[in-house]
């Protein structure tokens, strides 16, 4: 049982460039969520899905995509990368989409910057 | 806006004494409550969880909620270095449906151990 994984943990990017981070849950949760950490900013969220087939926006959401490809994963996609996405970007996961009792998951975050 | 408030240290203390750390929030309707810590370079993990007014204690942690006042605790008693991190102070989105079980973060708060 591995958890919340995700791929890659460090990523270097020139401005403009594409990429997709990739998380998956082995734990059957229902809902998935992207942060970006930031110094001095905290886990600000990006998108979420509550549900499989269902996504939507969060606090910071301008210039990534997200699938939810199934119910094990979710991925983040930087369409053309800017240096303000500069972050450290973690996966969740939680159980259930209605019971307000359930945390929060954490996977071990991937490390990007762009150049 | 919700917030979630945190004072964001350092906070430190002597090896054996207790730690005590604090949080507020705005959203009259959040019912979970949540203190995740986070070593440097980790991602963050849950160490207590609350949901009624109260004291809650899992060992050495403490977490105390006062609803009318909007305010969340977190006692660390018998400190150790180990316990040097950055604790996240975490509240349920009040609402309806998918979001319900979003979290809002605080920035944090550094503990620092003094052996």
């Known amino acids: 049982n591995a958890g919340v994984t995700q791929t890659p943990k460090f990523q270097v990017l020139k401005t403009g460039q594409s990429m997709t981070l990739q998380c998956a849950q082995d734990m059957n949760h229902n809902s998935m969520y992207w942060y970006r950490q930031d110094p001095g900013m905290g886990l600000r969220l990006i998108y979420y899905?509550?549900?499989?087939?269902?996504?939507d926006k969060g606090e910071v959401p301008n210039g990534y995509n997200v699938s939810r490809l199934n119910k094990r994963e979710f991925s983040l996609r930087l369409e053309s990368a800017a240096p303000s996405q500069t972050s450290v970007y973690f996966c969740a996961s939680r159980a259930q989409r209605d019971r307000i009792t359930d945390t929060q998951y954490f996977g071990p975050g991937t490390r990007l910057t762009v150049l | 806006q919700k917030e979630v408030e945190q004072n964001s240290g350092p906070l430190s203390v002597p090896e054996g004494a207790i730690a005590s750390l604090n949080c507020t929030y705005s959203?009259?309707?959040?019912?979970?409550f949540f203190w995740y810590r986070q070593y440097s370079g980790k991602s963050p993990e849950l160490i207590m969880s609350?949901?009624?007014?109260g004291d809650k204690e899992d060992g050495r942690f403490t977490a105390q909620l006062n609803k009318a006042s909007q305010y969340v605790s977190l006692l660390i008693r018998d400190s150790q270095p180990s316990d040097s991190a950055t604790y996240l102070c975490?509240?349920?989105?009040?609402?309806?449906?998918?979001?319900?079980?979003?979290?809002?973060f605080g920035k944090g708060t550094k503990l620092s151990v003094k052996p």
């Open positions: 609350i949901y009624s007014n």
């Open positions: 975490a509240v349920n989105e009040a609402g309806y449906g998918g979001s319900q079980g979003n979290l809002i």
């Open positions: 899905s509550a549900s499989e087939g269902t996504t």
């Open positions: 959203d009259r309707g959040s019912q979970s």
